[in-house]
């Protein structure tokens, strides 16, 4: 194996490391401080109105579980808010990196367009050889030569593939 080869491959799995990055961190989505505090007032007024059960405490309980309810609601708004402002930034963040990917596998195509990338051993590819295949076979090796474009092709899909499985190891939000 060459090492325009893994070179290709190291760039390409960084590429699907950053998305996978991005990905999990529009997931994950931390608590802000003061959501963290409307929580636990929320928390704390249910808490109140829950003790006053007997009917002489009735108003007093509705009242603190009308106060709850839009405490609730304020939440909800302030959530809603931070999910907009980080999913402008995420689709932000997902263009330029798209834009980058796109200058990157053209400069890769670009430099490595006439040379081949690889060569495999023909068995290994045998059903998919003449797809793969650049040019056919190398007559001294007897190996199947393959260009950029497929090669491009396999480790967009394998670096994928790994960094689904084996994200949660590699990237930490």
């Known amino acids: 194996m060459s090492l325009a080869a893994i070179f290709v491959f190291l760039i390409v799995s960084a590429l699907q490391l950053l998305y996978r990055y991005l990905d999990l961190a529009r997931k994950s989505g ?42 609730e609601k304020e939440l909800a708004k302030m959530q809603e808010h931070d999910l907009k402002g980080k999913q402008s930034l995420y689709d932000k963040y997902t263009k330029f990196l798209l834009v980058t990917k796109v200058i990157i596998y053209a400069v890769l195509v670009l430099c ?4 081949p990338v690889t060569a495999v051993p023909q068995h290994l590819l045998q059903p998919f050889g003449k797809m793969f295949s650049w040019r056919g076979v190398d007559t001294a090796t007897g190996n199947v030569v393959v260009g950029i474009l497929p090669w491009l092709f396999l480790t967009s899909r394998v670096s994928k593939m790994l960094c689904q499985k084996l994200g949660f190891v590699l990237v930490r939000p």
């Open 30 to 71: 931390g608590l802000s401080d003061e959501q963290i505090k409307v929580r636990l007032e929320i928390k704390q007024l249910l808490k109140e109105a829950d003790q006053l059960s007997t009917p002489s405490t009735f108003a007093q309980a509705a009242k603190l579980k009308r106060l709850a309810a839009a405490k």
């Open 112 to 115: 490595l367009w006439s040379t």
